[in-house]
């Protein structure tokens, strides 16, 4: 039985990728459903990608250099992170003294963030 909070999302994806993910995931005693929970709920606990992404293996296809990837994320994060200015947002950044990741706040505030 479904929660009252529960939403339906749609993804689209490749025929023959969907196919092999719920063979693998059937033999892991899941469906589709369950695993992509099982990875929103890890990435969001990381708060991160919770596996290393690469233009190697993220799946750009060929003939894109990695500097055109790395140049696309790039303009991609600093566009996420001007949105964020213009909603009074917070965004992240990184210390390189500090060693340590921080939340700044639309007045100018750093919530630094601490390791366990």
Do not use: W
Request: glycine content about 6%; proline content about 4%.
């Amino acid at each position: 039985m479904k929660a009252q909070s529960d939403v339906r999302v749609t993804i689209r994806i490749e025929k023959g990728l969907k196919e092999r993910a719920e063979t693998l995931f059937e033999r892991l005693g899941m469906n589709m459903t369950t695993a992509l929970n099982v990875f929103l709920r890890k990435a969001v606990d990381e708060s991160a990608i919770p596996f290393s992404v690469s233009a190697k293996n993220a799946g750009f296809g060929t003939g894109h250099l990695p500097a055109e990837v790395s140049s696309a994320f790039q303009a991609a994060v600093q566009s996420q992170l001007e949105e964020n200015q213009r909603q009074k947002l917070p965004t992240a950044h990184y210390d390189p003294e500090k060693q340590q990741a921080y939340l700044e706040f639309a007045d100018g505030l750093r919530e630094y963030i601490h390791r366990p």
